[in-house]
């Protein structure tokens, strides 16, 4: 009899099952344990796979998807890659609609996976014609047999998150986990999570991670969208200028605001310290444990669970790159030192 072959059929089919991984350097200092999910170790480096596959999938199976169509997206460039991924193995088209404050690097990846983007400015406001929502909405009445994802207003984004990262958590935790972090941008992943691991045990407490410069936390504790919340940083992915209904509020027992600077720096440690080379929101994820465990938050006997994104290759030119550090006066304040020394061998 001929051995079988252990192959997998495609990249789809190690979409999820990512694994936990014990944070034991950058922790040290810290009462309690703690557990990175990785999500880099999707086919397509990030937690954006498991929406991506599933919405797509799920609009096959309700006959919204026909061969030879097209898929439309706004996205930071993780959706835009998933999406681009899923849509060359199944044959659809793909048009992306990105912020120009996403990394070039990212841009270059999406064309590279045969997509189509539309660069658009970030600092305008939801509603203008030029933002990313209102371009892709645009395209999507433009272009015949186009389907439009929308993952900030798609209840589909969170059912993947709950079909999928909440189980994997639970079972991986042996439902010990007593805290889930994650970062909050259209809200999918921490509501769908969230929600799974709430049925299962209405004690675990949900931290929100926001950045400065968002509405998300302010909207989460007085229900008001305050537009004097809103201005300019640099994390891509995480917080918001609008308010999405792919984020269940309720659910989550509290948001803590995280800046710039400190979370470049925490990425900067996770790889120097667990190996682990991961994305700027997995660095502002750890960086709000870190306040959260300030607020007292975490005790001996707490199993704590963050949500680290995506993989550190997509931020070169970002929070790895010491130029870019300096040009953000990242360097000023803190560690100095922490600049590379390159020695050059003539
Ligand atoms: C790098 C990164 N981190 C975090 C998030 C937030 O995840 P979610 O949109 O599920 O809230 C995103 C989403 O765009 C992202 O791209």
């Not at 937690?47 to 799920?58: F, G, P």
């Not at 006959?63 to 659809?92: H, R």
Request: hydrophobic share 35%.
């Amino acid at each position: 009899m001929k051995e079988e072959i252990k192959a997998y059929n495609s990249v789809l089919d190690l979409i999820g099952n990512t694994p936990l991984i014990k944070l034991n350097k950058v922790s040290v200092d810290l009462t309690g344990n703690f557990y990175a999910k990785v999500e880099a170790f999707n086919p397509g480096h990030s937690t954006k796979d498991r929406i991506a596959l599933y919405i797509i999938e799920e609009a096959e199976k309700r006959g919204i998807l026909k061969p030879g169509d097209t898929i439309i997206e706004t996205t930071s460039g993780n959706t835009g890659f998933s999406l681009a991924m899923v849509s060359i193995i199944k044959g659809y088209d793909c048009i992306l609609a990105v912020s120009s404050k996403s990394s070039r690097d990212k841009i270059d990846m999406l064309r590279s996976m045969g997509a189509k983007v539309y660069v658009c400015p970030a600092h305008v406001s939801a509603d203008d014609e030029r933002s990313y929502y209102n371009v892709a909405k645009r395209l999507h009445e433009e272009t015949k047999g186009s389907v439009y994802i929308n993952q900030y207003f798609n209840e589909l984004n969170v059912d993947a998150h709950y079909k999928s990262t909440g189980p994997e958590i639970w079972e991986q935790t042996g439902g010990q986990i007593t805290h889930l972090v994650a970062c909050s941008g259209t809200g999918g992943t921490i509501s769908g999570t969230a929600r799974f691991l709430k049925e299962k045990n209405p004690n675990i407490k949900i931290l929100g991670v926001d950045a400065f410069g968002s509405v998300l936390k302010k909207y989460h504790e007085t229900k008001e969208f305050d537009n004097a919340e809103i201005y300019p940083y640099r994390i891509e992915g995480l917080g918001k200028n609008l308010i999405p209904t792919a984020t269940d509020f309720d659910i989550i027992d509290k948001f803590i605001k995280v800046s710039d600077e400190e979370s470049a720096h925490t990425t900067r440690e996770l790889a120097k310290k667990e190996g682990l080379f991961v994305g700027y929101t997995s660095g502002a994820a750890f960086q709000a444990v870190k306040q959260y465990a300030e607020e007292g938050e975490f005790d001996a006997n707490s199993n704590v669970v963050i949500i680290f994104p995506d993989h550190g290759s997509r931020y070169m030119s970002k929070v790895f790159s010491d130029d870019w550090m300096n040009e953000q006066g990242f360097f000023d304040s803190v560690n100095q030192e922490e600049a590379l020394k390159i020695e050059i061998i003539k």
